[in-house]
């Protein structure tokens, strides 16, 4: 069950439903003449499986009837049409919850399932077939399972369960026999297994069908674990024959830790084996062979691989917890939240896993990050959840409350709501809605979650295949989500898809309207969301497979019914005004798909063709209906926006779109649309004035947008693109004038972007304010330009090197180090993947240039605990593997030389302590750094910490000391460093010091 759900994550599989329900509309089926050849035959049986899986049996029920009378039909396509007819009875089978019904579509699947094996020719549908047969018995048993939850009487349940026994018996049956024939085949022809789906499919459901097979039975029924040791067996049996690196190899690696973890004992120890297995998922590998957690928007990790990774990672931590051991827990922990920043919302399970890490974190000591994981969960899911109710304890135990009982939350809104959505009881999850709605009606509640309870409401009517409900409702909540850019997108989405799926049932072209409404208002909203680009290719290709035809050929062809009609006719500006935008949608297309890219320029002359046609229908209308009118001016505006983006794309025009952004600011004064798209034709300006290369009035229509609306989203991007544009600018620019301007605007430019994102979250305007790898970009970059700013053209390496140098502009230095803090604060709130030593070992290096030495000495002793650079007595270094220090930004020994170099700076100032510790620190660097070959040349830290030694000394006031130590450098290394690292001079400074006094 799911705990709050994502929008998009409940969205995104009616793609698949749009999709499944979308059909030709000109099919042969449909023609007067029926003798017609079956030339559309595959389109017609493919439409027949779409409208079942959206959800109109009776429309396939009779496309079916009608296809079977079609006269001179192939044995084949006979077959094709029993097929298609028994996968509609499995897909009912699925979906029915009714068990008694669900029974009754389960003999018929099955009978029309053998049925069509017995005269099916070989082919795809074949194979599918044979695993239907063996497969229905298996859920039909899983759906036994289900049922015996749900009685109480001991009767029906003992009947229940011999039902359950006979249906895995011969699900188990029928793969074993299968396997066994398969592989015989396979065997006679010289093929191999692993790349025989058909016989991948079979040995993978045998140990399937066994683990289910044991939740037949109670927790230590001898059934249980008799088929639990099976499912073992088989598991282990098929890990020798499964495709490495398919997600058959690692489901079924999740399946078998599962069942060594129900069988108990010491085998389940062994578990974490078969879930460590899984964990390759959560990562991918670059160009140099270095693994990373799979980015979030990662097009391959699709809600079935999340699922997977949440899983896999769960279980192993729970292992791990009884192991103690913690740092593995928190490892993966810290990775998964990397590809997945909203883990709470994905599934029950992702709340599990925090917990888990919660616990790790009590375990060594880290409470503050315990509550925050343990709150995440209480504020996330609803309150009778078991997980919540442990991660209650869990707070109470840490001395912190776990909710504030005054304030109603959003989960006691829609948390009833929310668990009907996810056990996909859909009739009870509309009651609870209507419950939710006049409970909460008149309250604060109402003002604060209406829009969150109408927008679950939409998904309730959704699922239960209300269309008509969940597209007003949908439609509701974009209406009641603009303050959210977000929420408000994600709303807009939902509609969208859900127009797309009843204008295709029904052919109304009131739907596709609504649909490209939904279009036009998220881009008057903010055209760069990726929900918006998602929206635009979901419409496009809906119609394109309602229309078999490419987007640019639907245009066209909207453009040819503009022909037949007259001017005056009400319909005429709202087709010239889609085609437009049709025409617009074909070039964003070709714009993004290099493939497409000759369609680009016809497509941006037919968007402007008909949206000049457009605006000249505008002049003759004279309506004075109040609503006609705002959306006659709305599409106006965003006519003229709309061509001043496309004169953008290449070959840009630029003077075209400063002309057409200009007509909208001319109408702003009077118009109410062009007044609140002006922030649309400022970002499109910057943009023009970037492809012209005109910095200077780039940086005015940033300052301006700044200084007017510092809050804004889309000042947000302008800040951070102007940003990131000159600091790219900087490393090939030569001028020093120039150089010196692209620093100030650089600077000045993320410092005020973050200002609007930190802005942005206070007033909740965006889901999140900053985050860490955002705190932790800006702040690295900011380092370097203020080096350049101080004319430092590289980083030296250590912050030692810069001492006596000229360093007067201190507040980049300065910005830099708080952003870096601020990345580290974040990360431990929302862990996002970001190397936290490695931000504090360059915060340090900012706070060496700063002299701020006690702060250096925090940071970099919180490294060294951290990353366990010393051993437990603290006598010798840990050498990190050569993988870790490939991927850390300081080596072990430079980062204890600046240690003791800040120790030493604390014992010029009369810490003597410190002073002792920088002699500590450098003699530990001096053994470690200390070539095994006497002729070997004696690197930079080397030398460094013979400098720190005799320094910190002096300051210490061991003169003695100092001198004798100095005497030994002498014997040992009479030219010292031959002034190779600049460190003679500075020995022959302090000698002279110590003759002195």
Not at 634 to 647: D, P
Request: charged letters at 30%; glycine letters at 6%.
């Amino acid at each position: 069950m799911l705990a709050i759900f994502p929008i998009v994550f409940l969205i995104l599989p009616f793609a698949a439903h749009a999709d499944a329900a979308i059909g030709a509309p000109a099919r042969w089926s449909d023609t007067q003449d029926p003798s017609i050849p079956a030339v559309g035959f595959d389109r017609d049986v493919d439409l027949v499986r779409r409208l079942a899986s959206a959800g109109y049996k009776a429309q396939a029920d009779m496309l079916i009837t009608k296809l079977k009378t079609i006269p001179g039909l192939t044995e084949v396509q006979k077959a094709e049409l029993s097929f298609a007819e028994a996968s509609n009875l499995v897909e009912l089978f699925d979906k029915e919850r009714d068990f008694d019904k669900s029974r009754g579509f389960y003999d018929q699947a099955k009978k029309a399932v053998t049925e069509f094996i017995k005269i099916a020719p070989k082919g795809d549908s074949l194979t599918k077939a044979n695993y239907f047969s063996g497969d229905l018995d298996r859920r039909f048993g899983e759906k036994i399972i289900e049922q015996i939850k749900r009685e109480s009487n001991a009767e029906k349940v003992n009947a229940l369960r011999t039902e359950g026994e006979k249906a895995f018996q011969a699900a188990i049956k029928y793969f074993a026999e299968r396997k066994a024939e398969l592989f015989g085949k396979l065997q006679a022809n010289s093929l191999d297994p692993k790349e025989s789906p058909d016989y991948q499919a079979a040995a993978y459901a045998v140990p399937v069908c066994y683990l289910s097979f044991a939740y037949l039975y109670p927790v230590g029924d001898a059934n249980r674990i008799a088929c639990l040791q099976k499912a073992n067996e088989r598991f282990e049996e098929y890990a020798s024959d499964a495709p490495e690196g398919s997600m058959a190899f690692y489901e079924s690696h999740v399946k078998w830790g599962n069942a060594r973890r129900d069988l108990g004992g010491k085998i389940a120890l062994e578990a974490v084996d078969c879930y460590s297995q899984a964990l390759d998922l959560l990562y991918v590998t670059d160009a140099n062979g270095d693994k990373f957690p799979i980015p979030a928007n990662d097009p391959d990790l699709k809600p079935s691989v999340k699922t997977l990774i949440i899983e896999a990672v769960t279980e192993a931590s729970r292992m791990w917890l009884v192991k103690k051991d913690y740092d593995q827990i928190l490892k993966y922990y810290i990775d998964v939240r990397v590809s997945m920043p909203q883990l709470e919302k994905e599934s029950m399970q992702g709340l599990e896993l925090i917990l888990e890490a919660a616990k790790a974190y009590d375990a060594i000591g880290k409470r503050d990050q315990a509550k925050t994981e343990a709150k995440r969960i209480t504020k996330n899911a609803s309150p009778d959840l078991a997980v919540v109710q442990e991660a209650r304890e869990l707070l109470t135990r840490l001395g912190e409350s776990a909710e504030n009982s005054e304030e109603v939350t959003l989960i006691q809104v829609v948390g009833a709501v929310e668990r009907q959505i996810g056990e996909k009881n859909f009739p009870d999850a509309i009651r609870a809605f209507q419950q939710a709605r006049d409970r909460w009606r008149g309250t604060s509640a109402e003002r604060k979650f209406w829009p969150d309870l109408i927008l679950r409401g939409a998904l309730a009517y959704q699922g239960a295949g209300r269309s008509l409900e969940a597209n007003l409702l949908f439609s509701d909540a974009g209406d009641r989500f603009v303050s959210n850019k977000d929420m408000s997108a994600q709303a807009y989405l939902a509609a969208e898809y859900e127009a797309c799926r009843v204008w295709v049932a029904t052919k109304s072209p009131w739907c596709e309207s609504l649909a490209q409404e939904t279009i036009d208002k998220m881009q008057a909203q903010d055209s760069t969301t990726p929900q918006f680009a998602q929206a635009q290719q979901v419409f496009l290709q809906t119609q394109q497979i309602v229309g078999g035809k490419k987007p640019i050929e639907l245009a066209k062809i909207g453009e040819e019914q503009l022909k037949g009609l007259s001017k005056t006719e009400p319909k005429y500006g709202r087709i010239v005004y889609d085609t437009a935008m049709k025409y617009f949608r074909a070039g964003v297309g070709g714009i993004l798909d290099p493939k497409e890219r000759a369609q680009v320029s016809p497509s941006r002359e037919g968007s402007e063709r008909c949206f000049d046609e457009y605006l000249e229908w505008t002049k003759a209308q004279q309506t004075i209906d109040p609503a006609e009118v705002a959306k006659i001016d709305e599409r106006t505006v965003s006519s003229y926006i709309t061509k001043a983006e496309m004169w953008l794309w290449d070959p840009p025009a630029v003077e075209k779109t400063l002309s057409y952004l200009q007509v909208v600011e001319d109408k702003s004064s009077k118009s109410a649309s062009a007044k609140a798209r002006m922030g649309d034709v400022e970002k499109l300006k910057f943009r023009a004035h970037l492809r012209e290369n005109k910095l200077d009035l780039a940086i005015q229509i940033a300052d301006g947008m700044y200084t007017k609306d510092p809050a804004s989203p889309k000042t947000a991007w302008v800040l951070k693109k102007l940003a990131d544009t000159t600091y790219e600018m900087l490393k090939k620019e030569k001028d020093p004038k120039k150089r010196e301007l692209l620093v100030d605007v650089g600077l000045k430019s993320y410092k005020n972007w973050v200002v609007v994102g930190e802005k942005q979250a206070a007033e909740k305007q965006v889901a999140s304010g900053l985050g860490a790898t955002d705190y932790n970009t800006v702040a690295t970059n900011v380092l370097i330009l203020g080096l350049h700013k101080n004319n430092i053209e590289k980083w030296p390496g250590t912050f030692f090197r810069l001492e006596g140098k000229k360093f007067e502009y201190l507040e980049p230095a300065e910005f830099s180090a708080s952003l870096f803090q601020k990345a580290i604060a974040s990360n431990d709130v929302t862990p996002a993947g970001l190397r936290v030593s490695d931000a504090r070992y360059l915060r340090g290096q900012i706070l060496g240039l700063l002299m701020k030495w006690k702060d250096v000495v925090s940071e970099y002793q919180t490294i060294v605990k951290d990353d366990s650079l010393l051993s437990d007595d603290g006598k010798s270094l840990n050498r990190p593997s050569r993988e870790k220090e490939k991927d850390m930004k300081y080596s072990v020994e430079g980062l204890l030389n600046d240690l003791a170099w800040a120790n030493a700076q604390l014992a010029a100032r009369g810490d003597k302590d410190a002073g002792k510790e920088a002699q500590r620190l450098a003699a530990l660097v001096i053994s470690y750094t200390q070539p095994k070959s006497s002729s070997a040349k004696l690197p930079f830290d080397f030398w460094f910490a013979r400098y720190t030694t005799i320094y910190s000394m002096v300051k210490n006031g061991e003169r003695r000391l100092a001198q004798d130590q100095m005497m030994e450098y002498r014997r040992t290394d009479k030219d010292l460093d031959n002034g190779e690292y600049e460190f003679k001079k500075r020995f022959e400074d302090l000698e002279q010091l110590l003759k002195e006094k």
